[in-house]
Every structure is written in structure tokens, then in C-alpha cells.
């Protein structure tokens, strides 16, 4: 395609939502040549994709709707202080959501999504490290891999069983025992039997991160728009006209629907039914030195560690509990309670525990995210519902809806992110 073709498609794009995912949006685009604007209800200093743990996962084959995981739901729901929780209530959108969930863990379902979820963190993964060489701005990447760590034998058989089907997927994996463990990480004193060695993940501070991007989408012209919601979305002729906010009215040519939880409440005024529901997740900083160095998943309480540039993170928990950032402290405590029985020596202090904050991540059912148009608008590209893999596929979802909206060859097939698809 020629420039002179190319100027021909230039768009004014609005992005709703200023989260990883919509930053990593207005990222290509405006290196596209379009012009873009970011509307976040935020203040950009909070919310999930500032209290991730940081992690670009390509280890992460298997989605959250596996088999097996409405039995231990149910179980889990009468324990306060478990990992995944899913808090009952009579509203029409979460039992159409439960249910679709549950007919998407299956292993059928679930063995045709692993190499999908593998190929788009795989793609991110390159795309980091494309940004971090650019030199368009500075932020903490490491490319070190991840550790599932275990302390019963069963739970190291079972993460051995998802190691073997990412060797089969072309990854690098090991199997180490506690002695190997010690070895790679000899200051960090985990009392576990051993862990599954992921060679292939890399991870980031993910503030750090956002703040710097943020800096450079200014300086490129992006216009950023911080605590400005979006009330209503306006559209004729199956095409959004504009967004009215509780400031101004936005006129765009196209628009990205990147609000993450909030995007079904958006959607619902387009008349688009969006299956997603809102999990919260939350986090724990130590800003002392720990000697933690590799990225670590505790496995049996589903925390993951993260040495960050300052500080050492613990992150955890799935609560499917509606939208809300109420912090409830018997999750925090088991989150810091799950740090000091893996590291020895480790102790977090009440002070770390009242400071913990929480973030939302958007959870479709079958656990991938929704990319793409959908058939009721021609100017509307969604990318959201990426649960706790949305910072991992940040800048290959921002890739893509770049892609889509400049009429060139996906770099990935969008069919399985269908926002239409059924379950």
C-alpha cells in the first residue's frame, strides 16, 4: 500500500478505557499515523493493570474455565479465604455467564483454546520486547521464566502434566526439585518439594510501566483524558456517532471498547448482550529487600510472587463478586499467610496488610478474551475480557484492534476472540 493510500484511511479513533490494554491500543495506532484519544473514568494511578503481578505469561496454557473447577468452586465457596470464589447472587447476567462457564470446562473446550491462548501470549511476549528496544520509553523487563512452586507431590504432578503439553507446544520447561530450586533462587528459602521451571515468561512492574506509556502517548499527540466516564454512547445507521461523557461530548470515526469490567455496562447501550463478569484480585507490595529474584507461583494457594524494580509483590485471589473495590482483609491475610508459609523468614507486617489494593479483571466464560467487530457496528472494535491474562496480552490485543482498524492482515486469527461467539 502506498502513503498516498494510506493517508486515505487515516481515522480520529476514541478508546474507552485507559487500562494496559487500551494504552497498548492507542500505542500502534497512533504509530499508524491516526489520532487517538483515551477516555478513562480513572486517575490512572489504580486499578487492575496497576496491581497485576506483572507477569507476560506464555506458561499459562490452561484457561480458567477448566474441568474440574466447578467442583472446587463450590467447595471453595464455603472457605472465606479461598483462592476462587463466586459469590451467588440473582442477577440475569451472572447465572447466564455461570452457565456458560460451565459448559466451557470441559477438555474439549479446553484443549482447543491452549494453543490459542499459547500463540497471543506468545506474540505479546515479542511485542515487549519490541517496545523495551524501541527506545520510545524506558521500563523494567525481564525475560527470567516463572516457577510453579508446590509443597505436595500431587500438586507438582499436576502442574507437570500442563509442563509436558507446553514442551509439546514448542516451550522450554523443566521439572526441578527442591535442592534445584534452591540452586537457581539460593536466598529466597522456599520450603517446597519442587517446581515446574518455565523457561519462557517474562515479567514487568507494571506502574512503572503504565506511567511511562502513558508519558510517551502525550508526547506523541495522544490526548488522554483522565476521570472523564463515559455515560452514554450514541450511534445511527450502524455506526457509533459519539460519546457523551459527563464533561463533553467525542466525536470520533472509530471507537475501541477497552473499559475491561465495564464494558458490559457500556455494551448493553448498543444493545450488545456481552457475557463477562467482573473477578477481583488483589495485591500486597514489600518494599524491603526479600531475596526473591525469579517470579514464583505458589501453587497450592494460587499467589504469584513477583520481584518488581523496588519492590517484591504478592498477588492473588478470583472473586466473582460484581463490580466493586471493597478490600476484604481475610483474602489479604490469606495472600500474606500463603508468602510466609512457602519463604521461610519471610514476614509481612499489618502495615503491607491495610495497604493492599485490589483491581478488577474482566472474566469471559471460556477464559479468552473478546477482539474484534461485531456485526452490529461497523466502526466498533472490542478487546477486553482477558481475566488474569490481560497484561500479559496487552500489546498483542492492542496489535490486533491496530490491525483491524487499519484494514491490514491480522497478525493472528480473530476467530476465537469472536464477541459473538457462543459457548
Known sequence: MSNDEFTLILKKIAIIGGGVVGLCSAYYLQKEGHEVIVIDKSDFTQRASYVNAGYITPSHIISLAAPG???????????PASPFYVKPRLDINFLQWAWAFKKSA?????????????????FSRALYQEMNNSGDFKFHYQHQGLLMAYQSLKAGEEEWEVGQKAIGLGLKVENLSA??????????????????????DAHTTPHDFMRAMRTYLQSTGVNILAQE????????????????????????????????SWSPLLSKKLGIKMLLQAGKGY???????????????????????TPMDGLTRLAGTMEIGGINHKINSVRVKAIAQAGENYFKGLQITEQEKLDAQCGLRPVTPDGLPYIGRTNKYNN?????????????????????????????QPSLLLEPYAVERTF
Not at 450514541?234 to 455506526?239: D, G, H, P, V
Request: glycine content about 6%.
Open 179 to 200: 535442592q534445584q530450586v534452591a540452586e537457581i533462587q539460593p536466598n529466597a528459602n522456599l520450603h517446597v518439594k519442587g517446581a515446574v521451571y518455565y523457561h519462557c
Open 229 to 260: 466516564e463515559v455515560i452514554d454512547i450514541q450511534y445511527a445507521n450502524r455506526s457509533i456517532t459519539k460519546l457523551v461523557t459527563h464533561k463533553q461530548e467525542i466525536h470520533a470515526d472509530e471507537f475501541v471498547m477497552a473499559a475491561g
Open 283 to 305: 495485591r500486597i507490595n514489600i518494599h524491603r529487600e526479600t531475596g526473591i529474584t525469579l517470579p514464583t507461583i505458589l501453587i497450592e494457594a494460587k499467589v504469584a510472587v
Open 380 to 408: 466498533l472494535t472490542f478487546a477486553t475480557g482477558h481475566a488474569m491474562m490481560g497484561w500479559s496480552m496487552g500489546p498483542a490485543t492492542g496489535k490486533l484492534v491496530t490491525e483491524i482498524i487499519s484494514r491490514q
Open 69 to 79: 473447577i466447578i467442583t472446587k468452586g463450590l467447595k471453595w465457596m464455603l472457605n
Open 106 to 122: 470441559t477438555k474439549k473446550k479446553v484443549a482447543q483454546s491452549i494453543p490459542v491462548i499459547k500463540q497471543i501470549n506468545v
